[in-house]
């Protein structure tokens, strides 16, 4: 079992539109939380980060929360545009070696 | 700042080829280079994890004699698939953390997709 689950596994979304994306993991100890955007035959791009103390992080269109208590972590995407359509990855560093386990993505398609 | 390239961008190969990948930080030194691959709709797998001047310590069921590494500089890994077999087939993509940056912090490459027929 994935200790980083994503969900869901893929999302169409009519442009404009709002959508959220879900993390839910099980590693620990907790060190941070990143959400990477990854287009198509890409690397990933860092989206946003966050450690235990934050709740919330935005980046443009782009805002991500946190629950450590529940370890989860939502990405929300307001306003979506057509580029936004790529796969977003959730990826929880453990411990303080740099260890990072990743979910296996959400793939999202926006459509005009 | 924090810019990874890798070379090439994609290849195809014949069946017991190799096939070298390069990875450079541009306009930064790294500690540390990661390499991954990513089958189709699936997430990243570390491969192995390659440190500049020392042996790359590779994943488990990651052969080390297969997918060679070697990190001469601070600014350059290479990833050596040797005798390619269409399994190989992926897309191959690396990341470094920077010198003087956030240990936890990777920035990632372009990939390299790799094509065995």
């Known amino acids: 079992k994935n200790q980083v689950e994503q969900s869901p596994q893929s999302l169409i979304i009519l442009e404009g539109k709002n959508c959220t994306l879900q993390c839910n ?3 620990s100890p907790f060190s941070n939380l990143r959400w990477y955007k990854q287009d198509t035959g890409r690397g990933p791009v860092s989206l946003t980060i966050m450690t235990f103390s934050e709740n919330t992080k935005s980046n443009g269109r782009y805002t991500a ?3 450590a208590d529940t370890k989860q972590s939502s990405l929300h995407i307001t306003a979506s545009q057509l580029s936004d359509s790529a796969s977003y990855i959730c990826v929880v ?3 303080d070696n740099n260890d990072m386990r990743f979910g296996a993505g959400t793939r999202l398609t926006v459509k005009p | 700042g924090a810019v990874v390239s890798q ?4 290849v ?3 069946s017991g080829t190799s096939v070298k990948i390069e990875c450079r930080s541009l306009d930064f030194q790294a500690t540390t280079m990661f390499w991954y691959r990513q089958f189709p709709k699936q997430s990243l797998m570390l491969m192995a994890t390659s440190n500049e001047g020392s042996k790359a310590t590779y994943e488990q069921g990651v052969e080390k004699d297969k997918f060679l590494i070697n990190h001469a500089s601070l600014t350059l890994s290479t990833l050596t698939v ?3 077999h269409p399994e190989d ?4 993509i690396c990341s470094a ?3 003087e940056g956030p240990r936890d912090t990777q920035y990632f490459g372009p990939g390299t997709r790799l094509t065995v027929l």
């Open chain 2, 89 to 92: 087939s992926s897309f191959y």
């Open chain 1, 93 to 95: 560093s453990v411990g």
């Open chain 2, 7 to 10: 070379h090439p961008s994609r």
């Open chain 2, 82 to 84: 040797t005798s390619a």
């Open chain 1, 65 to 67: 929360t946190l629950d």
């Open chain 2, 12 to 14: 195809i190969c014949k």
């Open chain 1, 25 to 27: 993991y099980t590693v």
């Open chain 2, 97 to 99: 953390t920077s010198l």
